[in-house]
């Protein structure tokens, strides 16, 4: 089997068993999930989003941030861990939006990688989250789940993402990616995969 076939088979299998493909950190604009996404790094979206509510409130706007105290958002955002580069990723990701973008958020993957503390993963996550745009975002799900299934043998994070642009039709891509999440969570374990209740067992390079 081609690895086209298999990852199409994938979206299919997971399209089924999660039609439900939503991002699971709270947000209502692209900053809130420009920032929400920063802070979860090395945090569950869990924790995320149990404090962004208080950090949202006080600021509310690239500008908030670009004029907030370091100290006061290391406060607010102790919890996520990493908390004092977060801090200054978020403060300086304020300035860069003021200053740069008119406050905006652009909406390009290029242009959002130029913002202090975004990477591709984020950068992926807001195109296709708030713009619409085929995005694909690799996470440790992503990468370990793709790897399984055969789509790849790679570590970093670049190719695994045009890889993956080349084998998945664009208009699923970012939601394949947010069943990923879904799916790992619930089965595919980075220590202990339940295979025998895998929806891609069938066809996954693990058990083949």
Do not use: W
């Not at 801090?87 to 905006?104: I, P, W």
């Not at 994070?157 to 394949?176: T, V």
């Amino acid at each position: 089997m081609r690895k086209k076939e298999r990852a199409l088979l994938a979206v299919e299998a997971l399209k089924k068993e999660f039609p439900d493909a939503i991002c699971s950190l709270t947000y209502s604009d692209p900053l809130q999930l420009l920032v929400a996404t920063r802070l979860a790094a090395q945090c569950t979206d869990a924790r995320v989003n149990m404090v962004t509510p208080d950090l949202f409130a006080k600021y509310q706007n690239a500008q908030d941030f670009a004029n907030a105290d370091v100290k006061d958002v290391e406060e607010l955002i102790k919890s996520c861990g990493l908390y004092k580069t977060k801090a200054k990723s978020l403060v300086d990701m304020g300035k860069a939006l003021t200053e740069n973008y008119g406050g905006v958020v652009p909406d390009t993957i290029e242009e959002l990688i130029k913002l202090p503390g975004i990477g591709r993963k984020t950068a992926n996550l807001i195109v296709g989250d708030i713009f619409g745009k085929p995005a694909v975002v690799v996470d440790t799900h992503c990468i370990r789940i793709t790897k399984r299934l055969g789509l790849h043998q790679e570590k970093d994070q670049k190719k695994i993402e045009f890889i993956l642009r080349d084998l998945l039709p664009p208009e699923e891509s970012n939601d394949f990616c947010h069943r990923l999440v879904l799916h790992g969570r619930k089965t595919c374990d980075a220590r202990k995969p339940k295979c025998e209740n895998c929806c891609m067992k069938d066809f996954c390079k693990k058990n083949i």
